[in-house]
Structure formats: structure tokens, C-alpha cells
């Protein structure tokens, strides 16, 4: 079908380039081509419980049926309601956008504005997908966001050193 699922880890960082292009990461390119059977095929969607974004290949498409009866049968078991309509139309609901060769896509407005992403962006892998964040949101999160916060502060400083030799 899609690709092998694909496990997504490490960081990388983007600003925000002409023609209002952020750039996928390298690592995560890879990935999510090969998760996209070949295709330059990033999936977007807003995250379901952080200010943030994810993004993932093709492939955890297929993980979604074993997903919802997991997530409804723990709903059952603690005795909460779960409907499940509501959960598909909420994981099948995401937006693909094509990158290029080097990783270039387009955000829409529409989940950027959900992320209140401005300038940059800020990339993090969390396995079956990876987050996408606003640096200035990412700051605000609890510590146990510490170790992200400080990468993404040491990537902003060396994209600002990059830009001033420019």
C-alpha cells in the first residue's frame, strides 16, 4: 500500500524562505518518502493535544482502523463514551502537501494559523509521526518540553548565524 510505517526521530529547524516555503528537513524527507511509497508526500494535520503540528508518510494511514477500536475499546473499559465516526473523520482528516527535491513546501494558511506558526519552524521526531512547531510556542511549553526547547534555541541561533553571513 503506502510504505513500510515509518519511524521519524531527531531534529531539524526551517525558516520561513521565499515564495513563503518552509524547508522538510533532511532526515525526515527521507523518511517520509520512503513512507510515501516514493512520492514527496508530507501529511499535515494539527496535533491532537499540543499547539503544534505533525507530520508523517503515507504509510500510518494504515495504522488508523487498529487505532480507533484500540482508542474505543479503552474508552468502553473506562467506562467513557467514543465515537468512533468522530475519531476517523478526525485522523483521516489531514492535508498532504508536495515537497520538492530539496524539501520545500507550502503551509497552508489555515494550519499555520492553528500552530500560530510565523516565521519558522521548528521540527521534532515523536515515532509513528513528528511534530512541527512555532519556536515561540514550543517556548511556552511545560519541562518536559525542556530538552526540545533547547535544541530548537540552538538551531534558531545557528540559522540567525547563517543569516548574517549571508
Same mark, same amino acid.
Given at each position: 500500500?503506502?510504505?513500510?510505517?515509518?519511524?521519524?526521530?531527531?531534529?531539524?529547524?526551517?525558516?520561513?524562505?521565499?515564495?513563503? /516555503?518552509?524547508?522538510?528537513?533532511?532526515?525526515?524527507?527521507?523518511?517520509?518518502?520512503?513512507?510515501?511509497?516514493?512520492?514527496?508526500?508530507?501529511?499535515?494535520?494539527?496535533?491532537?493535544?499540543?499547539?503544534?503540528?505533525?507530520?508523517?508518510?503515507?504509510? /500510518?494511514?494504515?495504522?488508523?482502523?487498529?487505532?480507533? =477500536?484500540?482508542?474505543?475499546?479503552?474508552?468502553?473499559?473506562?467506562?467513557?463514551?467514543?465515537?468512533?465516526?468522530?475519531?476517523?473523520?478526525?485522523?483521516?482528516?489531514?492535508? /498532504? =502537501?508536495?515537497?520538492?527535491?530539496?524539501? /520545500?513546501?507550502?503551509?497552508?494558511?489555515?494550519?499555520?494559523?492553528?500552530?500560530?506558526?510565523?516565521?519558522?519552524?521548528?521540527?521534532?521526531?515523536?515515532?509513528?509521526?513528528?511534530?512541527?512547531? =512555532?519556536?515561540?510556542?514550543?517556548?511556552?511549553?511545560?519541562?518536559?518540553?525542556?530538552?526540545?526547547?533547547?535544541?530548537?534555541?540552538?538551531?534558531? =541561533?545557528?540559522?540567525?548565524?547563517?543569516?548574517?553571513?549571508?
Amino acid at each position: 500500500m503506502a510504505g513500510a510505517p515509518s519511524n521519524y526521530w531527531g531534529q531539524g529547524f526551517s525558516p520561513r524562505g521565499e515564495k513563503n /516555503r518552509f524547508v522538510l528537513p533532511a532526515d525526515f524527507r527521507a523518511a517520509v518518502k520512503d513512507a510515501s511509497q516514493g512520492q514527496r508526500l508530507l501529511c499535515l494535520d494539527r496535533h491532537h493535544k499540543f499547539p503544534c503540528l505533525t507530520g508523517f508518510g503515507l504509510s /500510518r494511514v494504515e495504522t488508523f482502523p487498529a487505532r480507533i =477500536a484500540r482508542e474505543e475499546e479503552m474508552a468502553f473499559k473506562r467506562g467513557e463514551d467514543f465515537d468512533p465516526d468522530t475519531r476517523a473523520a478526525q485522523l483521516y482528516g489531514f492535508l /498532504r =502537501a508536495s515537497f520538492d527535491e530539496s524539501g /520545500r513546501f507550502i503551509l497552508p494558511d489555515h494550519l499555520g494559523e492553528q500552530a500560530r506558526v510565523s516565521d519558522a519552524l521548528y521540527f521534532h521526531g515523536g515515532g509513528e509521526f513528528f511534530t512541527i512547531w =512555532a519556536p515561540e510556542v514550543l517556548f511556552e511549553m511545560d519541562s518536559g518540553w525542556d530538552s526540545a526547547k533547547a535544541t530548537c534555541r540552538a538551531l534558531l =541561533a545557528e540559522a540567525a548565524q547563517k543569516g548574517k553571513r549571508k
